[in-house]
């Protein structure tokens, strides 16, 4: 789907044609973990010939090349700098004046920032009628849409922004839901005017994404819908979910917000990133959602074994089969297979499940970043000097995300059987085999309890 809001190398705003639908990469802080240019352009490369079955060249990774990925960023703490930094007069921060994209080194990218963190949800933060609230870790700053507005100056025109928005909790009441629906609209409106300003006097902005509010109220989901639908915006996040509400709940809501929304602009659902949140979210018209899922399983030692369609000794099995192995599981101490077998990423091709359990029992931070990631490094021939990541198209050295690999590749086959048109019968199979397996999120730390394979018998 052409999505407007891009990065591209010369810094303009462009609309970069993403593949929907997709995850979002998390960043902290705009910067995607144990990953750089070259190895986030290595890793998309990978996904997409491991999804086709097509061998891939080394020479086929070119880090000079736009990266076809999606990269979220929380933008709280860039507008804290730029507010901080650059007054109304001078509204380009120094450490900004390339603009967001080439600042975070993703230019080329979809580069979507929103008021919201995937993994730290937070609402009450005290917004008015009249304020909203950002968070940096200096502490929370009051501001007006205004001041939101000219402070997003300083990330340039190649970032979607959401408008500033009062966002809440599902499991809020309905009182407060609508309360904050109207309160985002009035946001809306005065950040659309600030663009407008802007565009008077020939100053570049980011692209601007409407907010959705409304909770699980299908009643309220649409009217804030319809409303935001009815102002010029680019696209819309619909906000407030993956909250603690019910389940069952979420379906109508989105379905009741997306019949609303034009079907040619995208549509972002923070808060849905287990594998059966993703397909009931694809399966109510959402294109793009975050990966938490992918990034909490790794922080609790999880390497996902994800299969969209299950090989057929798999699905015939009696025994539920896990989607991510618990790899601070001890069976797994002198298992010398790969994390997970025929999976092409670097880690499940140079490592073994032996080794990252024992980083993971030696409290070696290694272990987060060959389940993430591993960092590529290349060495001149007398190893005295590292090259630069950033400028580096010819390391043939891969770094790659191991779960982000396999989410990337989860959301490449639910693309492929759309264009089939197979999807709704390979949703309903999907989910069938996901309920018989294990919920939805994992335990809240390690060591977590998770079905495991049998480790194979060690020579005597």
Same mark, same amino acid.
Not at 194 to 223: F, K
Not at 262 to 274: E, F, N
């Given at each position: ?5 891009? #990065? *591209?190398?010369? *810094? ?32 998309? =490369? ?5 999804? $086709? ?51 975070? %080194?993703?230019?080329?990218?979809? !580069?979507?920032? $929103? ?12 917004? $008015? ?5 950002? @968070? ?7 501001? $007006? ?21 009062? &966002? ?30 802007? /565009? ?13 509010? %409304? ?19 680019? %696209? ?6 993956? &909250? ?10 989105? =379905? ?28 109510? %018209? ?10 909490? @399983? ?17 699905? /015939? ?31 499940? &091709?140079?490592? @073994? ?7 993971? =029992? ?20 007398? #190893? ?20 982000? =690999? &396999?989410?990337? !590749? ?37 060591? /977590? ?12």
């Amino acid at each position: 789907m052409p999505v407007p809001g891009g #990065g *591209g190398p010369d *810094g303009a705003g462009t609309v970069t044609v993403v593949p929907t639908p997709t995850c979002l990469v998390y960043t902290r802080r705009g910067v995607p973990m144990h990953l750089t240019r070259s190895t986030l352009a290595d890793l998309v =490369h990978r996904a997409a010939a491991a999804a $086709t079955g097509e061998p891939l060249a080394a020479a086929a990774v070119d880090a000079s090349q736009p990266i076809p990925a999606a990269v979220h960023v929380h933008v709280d703490a860039l507008l804290a700098s730029a507010l901080a930094t650059a007054p109304e007069s001078a509204p380009m921060p120094t450490h900004l004046k390339h603009d967001a994209p080439r600042y975070l %080194g993703v230019a080329g990218s979809f !580069l979507l920032a $929103t008021q919201r963190d995937a993994l730290a949800f937070e609402d009450d933060l005290g917004v $008015t009628d009249k304020v909203g609230v950002i @968070t940096a870790s200096r502490g929370r700053q009051r501001v $007006t849409a205004a001041e939101y507005m000219r402070a997003a100056r300083a990330l340039g025109p190649g970032v979607a922004l959401t408008a500033m928005a009062d &966002t809440v909790a599902a499991t809020a009441s309905r009182k407060r839901q609508n309360r904050a629906a109207e309160r985002t609209l009035t946001f809306l409106d005065e950040c659309l005017k600030e663009v407008d300003a802007a /565009a008077a006097t020939g100053v570049p902005m980011p692209v601007l994404w409407g907010v959705v509010q %409304g909770g699980i109220d299908v009643e309220l989901r649409a009217r804030s819908a319809r409303g935001t639908a009815a102002k010029p915006v680019a %696209g819309f996040v619909i906000e407030g979910l993956g &909250t603690g509400e019910v389940p069952d709940a979420v379906e109508p809501a989105l =379905h009741a917000a997306v019949a609303e929304l034009p079907a040619d602009r995208p549509r972002y659902a923070p808060g849905l990133s287990a594998p059966e949140e993703i397909v009931r979210g694809v399966a109510a %018209g959402i294109d793009l959602f975050d990966s938490a899922y992918a990034v909490r @399983t790794a922080d609790l030692g999880g390497a996902l074994v994800l299969r969209w369609r299950p090989e057929p000794e798999t699905a /015939a099995a009696a025994e539920p089969v896990p989607r991510h192995l618990n790899l601070w599981d001890e069976a797994f101490m002198r298992d010398r297979r790969p994390l997970v077998e025929a999976c092409r990423c670097y880690a499940c &091709t140079h490592h @073994t499940r032996a080794y990252v359990c024992h980083l993971l =029992h030696t409290h070696e931070l290694l272990a987060s970043v060959l389940l993430l990631s591993y960092v590529r490094r290349c060495w001149w021939l007398d #190893g005295s000097v590292e090259c630069s990541l950033l400028d580096s198209p010819g390391c043939s050295w891969p770094g790659h995300r191991h779960n982000m =690999h &396999t989410m990337f !590749l989860f959301m490449a086959d639910i693309r492929a059987s759309i264009e089939r048109g197979t999807f709704e019968e390979e949703a309903a199979a999907f989910l069938r085999v996901q309920a018989a397996n294990m919920s939805a999120t994992l335990p809240p730390g390690p060591p /977590a309890v998770f079905a495991t394979p049998a480790p194979p018998a060690v020579p005597a």
